[in-house]
């Protein structure tokens, strides 16, 4: 058996078979290996941030690492954006990069970089093996790594050598990485001490805290000590909808932010970090707990922090039961079609157990709120920042959740990232839709440009910030990846096409015209 | 005056007045000061490895540095591999990347990353500017860094605190980078003595020895002397055609690049690496040098090889006159259209004077062949063999050569990593006609598949290496980003689309369906 044949054995034995791909020569001998190990199940993108955001979808949503396989440096560099979210989400990630063979790397061939340079800013783990001896384990090793809460992406380099030699055989799981930490007892008596003050509390939330039961023993703790419930700007996963209790996010900008926590005397986070300002502005603080406020962490993202939020809600006292979201949904609206009433349909719209992928940006603002009393769903944000995460996300969730609707809220100027993401879904049939929000402009950077205090820009500035023209057709883009698709330009169009897309299975886009020039 | 004001007047008056940007609020002051500044050109990716390899683009054919500007570590990410094409061709770039401001890296938002780890395998030259005061000064000597032979990517970061506050005035230039070594008299008379032995020989050339002036000295050296003129399998900008002296590239294939060097006893490098194998194989040498034959370093990359080469001619008392390739050209051929009789059309085509960026790979083996007798044209290849070059680096030549028809041959497979390279093409009104050959596969890992020994693969592994179902409809993905676009399924069609995007100015793009499931 070669090497390539036992690492996949040892991926599946692991628990990870699902390997999200875009591989080359340096990497044909795990792909000749797919016909002797028919548990794993190949997923082919044609860009690798496409693979590499897939594989943040599916760990979010299956709890569980995908591998990738991704061609030496080059190959890893285009996935780095995307690996660089799911670091930020904490999601498990085996990364296995293929690299040139051991004894060729002396010959530094076109294609050589350095892997490990690339690898690191993004890998919680990174080991390149040196032979079929020990690749079998270096596999096992790296789920375990991947897996150790908080979770992470591990980076496992794979020399061609490495990969057709023979090697050792298949390793079976190894011991489970550590469970989450145990929060102290008496940290959890101090917090409950600390709320029951009654002065001016927040209880952050993040992480596994916005699963279902995370949420509702914090709002135990909220409503048992009159402290405010808020999460993070960017959780990983939130499960929300009717009949979960409710957490407002924190805000983008950071002075609805300060809004937020304005007044809060004691900041209490449950698996998340001290709020601070996604970007630096002149003149604004980057910190952005009030003055006077004091943070205390219940749990960081290591601890359990689900059963410290139980812990806490009992020390109080606090009765079982909490308010949850009552269910209600809009009308579907009637109307030109814009921000506001798009956001409408969705909530008119959004079916029961959809995930929703939501790098909508500036133009989701009203999502949120109009999908509140929504059946139950969840919702998955864009954790690291770094645009193009959208569309491949929701390719892993549907690879993941095969029974669930995937629903993709994308801005269109993100969209055009990692736009490949429609061909995977075309494929594989995954059950996505995806809407694209056209305003045909970086709208969220003509924000930014007044807010920098750069001033209202220029004309040549303006144009920088403008995707138009020529207009972005997503229809034909769409369709010239084999993903059926329609234009909306009214409230009623966008609800029939969103209405007909979400009935079907399988992927179809619709783009809702919003604004812009054309 | 700021930073960003500051920095991109210094840049004009080094000479770099084209700035490839995908921007985010990090970089909104950089944006805004385009309106100070009209002499800097600044130029929209969708994507931000298009802005790099069009950066690499104009950089080999402007012989000059544009700059680039992009988004924090994550943008920069996504332009890695085109960088590392560049860095293989020792192109010239100024490459800009703005970080959060210098206080608030101490907050871990979320988009902070290692911006360094990143940056380092591709650049030269690294700096992040800590203060106004420094920064025009670091933007003067990353020109010359770039500037440096044999050229090369200067990473130069900006915090969005050193573009917004008060800076110091533009620098002038520096002085210039040091120029090419010159080669000592006693290397090239001991060269000469050494092809005067009559024994087989070599001269393998590379770098700025594929221009005119260096093909010529280089021919009269192969035909004074009997040595066999050879060129590196990927030179970064090749100077071919009628009324040129003729080289021929080392092939791809380590086979065939065997062959050509059977027999050899000296192998003189002339801005180039002895050469080895693309990747490594199963009990293939790496090292593609034959046994007994020597290497001999006429110049290096750093050196001043075409001045070394023009020595060695007059050493050898060469005459000034050589051979030079005879125009001539196919006929426009009938009948089904298939790699062979796409590459006749080319030749029977192509416009003098055109700039072609070659990532056809597999689809293209026949071109050089087909288009040997055209009338002069520069030929650009893919230098690192980073896939999704071709298109990007087609739109930065056009911005270089505005007078001058471009020609991008491109792969389906490779079109599809930055296939955005078409909306920038559009909107800039880009002088560039694509042909995407669509054999609706990874044509070339279905034969390296055979190649490392791993057999001609099951369904399972063919099915990753298949770009169908769902076929690719190119024409459909041009037209979505605003570029008009034909498709070809015969010879007489291919001709009459491929003469109309070529006699109408601005982009085009044509599919050439040369095989393949539909």
Known sequence: MNGAQSLIRTLVSCG???????PGTSEMHFVAALDEVPEMRAV???????????????GRMAGKPAATL????????????????????????????????????AYD?????????LARPVSVWYRSSTSGRTLPADGAEAVVQARTAPG??????????????????????????PPPATVPVEVVDQLA??????????????????????????????????????AETFPAVHERGA???????????????????????????????????????????????????EVHVLASARDDVVAALEALADALGAPASVTRQPPSRPEVPSGPLDAQSAAVVIGALLPEGAVVSDEANTAGIFVPGATAGCPPHTWLTLTGGAIGQG????????????????????????????????????REGLDVTTVVYANRSYAILAMELGRVGAGAGGERANRVLQLAPPALDFVALARGMGVPAWRSTTSEEFADHLRRALDEPGPALVEAVIGGPT
Chains 1, 2 share one sequence.
């Open 391 to 426: 569309m491949p996300v929701a390719t892993g969730a549907a690879v993941a959740c095969p029974d669930r609707k995937v629903l993709c809220l994308e801005a269109d100027g993100s969209a055009m990232y990692t736009l490949q993401s429609l061909w995977t879904q075309a």
């Open 109 to 117: 061939a076109p294609l050589q970089s350095d892997i490990a340079s």
């Open 152 to 177: 992470g992406v591990a980076t496992l380099v794979v020399p061609a050598d490495v990969s057709w030699n023979e090697a050792a055989p298949p390793a079976g799981p190894l011991p489970m990485a």
């Open 16 to 22: 990870v078979d699902v390997c999200f791909t875009n």
């Open 70 to 105: 991704l061609h030496l440096g080059p190959g890893l560099a285009n996935g780095i954006a995307n690996l660089h979210n799911a670091r930020r989400a904490h999601t498990p990630v085996v990364n296995v990069v293929g690299d040139h063979a051991t004894y060729h790397q």
């Open 193 to 230: 001490k600390t709320l029951q003050t009654g002065e001016p509390s927040v209880l952050l939330l993040g992480g596994p805290a916005m699963g279902e039961r995370g949420l509702v023993a914090a709002a135990r703790v909220a409503e048992d000590s009159g402290a405010r419930l808020l």
């Open 44 to 58: 082919l993108a044609l860009y690798e941030g496409v693979a590499t955001g897939a594989a943040d979808g599916y």
């Open 243 to 293: 009949g979960r209790p409710v957490v407002e996010r924190l805000a983008y900008l950071a002075e609805l932010t300060a809004m937020q926590l304005q007044g809060t005397r004691h900041l209490v986070l449950a698996g998340t970090v001290a709020p601070a300002s996604f970007f630096a502005y002149p003149d604004k603080p980057s910190d952005l707990v009030p003055d006077g406020c």
